[in-house]
T-cell receptor
Framework: GAVVSQHPSWVICKSGTSVKIECRSLDFQATTMFWYRQFPKQSLMLMATSNEGSKATYEQGVEKDKFLINHASLTLSTLTVTSAHPEDSSFYIC???????????FGEGSWLTVV | QKEVEQNSGPLSVPEGAIASLNCTYSDRVSQSFFWYRQYSGKSPELIMSIYSNGDKEDGRFTAQLNKASQYVSLLIRDSQPSDSATYLCAVTPTGNQFYFGTGTSLTVIP
């Protein structure tokens, strides 16, 4: 299957700082990427849909000014958690749609701990 | 009503048995259906996709789709302890919107 790479896998940051997570499609061009958050033992929660060259579409209840998403190229989307707080600690996962079909593949995920 | 519904389980089966996972969806225009497996602490990985009514087999896995009844299922034959995971059903009508179920937790008992 297609390869989606996420970096970093683990990150610890201090409360009030910002942290950036990268999502790359390694062997295909991804016009659409998705960002999810998952708390322990809970289901995936879609945060936003990211389309290359345009603004991300955020799900209801997700603060767009806090979770900045940039999809500047066909192989890279980034999620920046700004002014992170302990309640933002979670597992963040990206996925990418592989054209021309509609199968999506997930990155490895990034564990964020805010202390 | 949720877009995609799954029984959260947990579902327990003995090693070697058939595990049956079910999923129903609400959007009749849905065209593509997927099953993902997620191990604890890891991201989901694609197991199978199915697009037309009927069965699709891949090794020990069989996906079944019934669009008239709006359900999709996954059968795992000869279940192994390594199959213990959460199984996510995903449905998309357009390719730009994907709806995931909450997942069914499967435990295969040695």
């Amino acid at each position: 299957g297609a390869v989606v790479s996420q970096h970093p896998s683990w990150v610890i940051c201090k409360s009030g700082t910002s942290v950036k997570i990268e999502c790359r499609s390694l062997d295909f061009q991804a016009t659409t990427m998705f960002w999810y958050r998952q708390f322990p033992k809970q289901s995936l929660m879609l945060m936003a849909t990211s389309n290359e060259g345009s603004k991300a579409t955020y799900e209801q209840g997700v603060e767009k000014d806090k979770f900045l998403i940039n999809h500047a190229s066909l192989t890279l989307s980034t999620l920046t958690v700004t002014s992170a707080h302990p309640e933002d600690s979670s597992f963040y996962i990206c996925s990418a749609r592989v054209p021309p079909g509609d199968t999506i593949y997930f990155g490895e995920g990034s564990w964020l701990t805010v202390v | 009503q949720k877009e995609v519904e799954q029984n959260s389980g947990p579902l327990s089966v003995p090693e070697g048995a058939i595990a049956s996972l079910n999923c129903t969806y609400s959007d009749r225009v849905s065209q593509s259906f997927f099953w993902y497996r997620q191990y604890s602490g890891k991201s989901p990985e694609l197991i199978m996709s199915i697009y037309s009514n009927g069965d699709k087999e891949d090794g020990r896995f069989t996906a079944q789709l019934n669009k008239a009844s709006q359900y999709v299922s996954l059968l795992i034959r000869d279940s192994q302890p390594s199959d213990s995971a959460t199984y996510l059903c995903a449905v998309t009508p357009t390719g730009n919107q994907f709806y995931f179920g909450t997942g069914t937790s499967l435990t295969v008992i040695p």
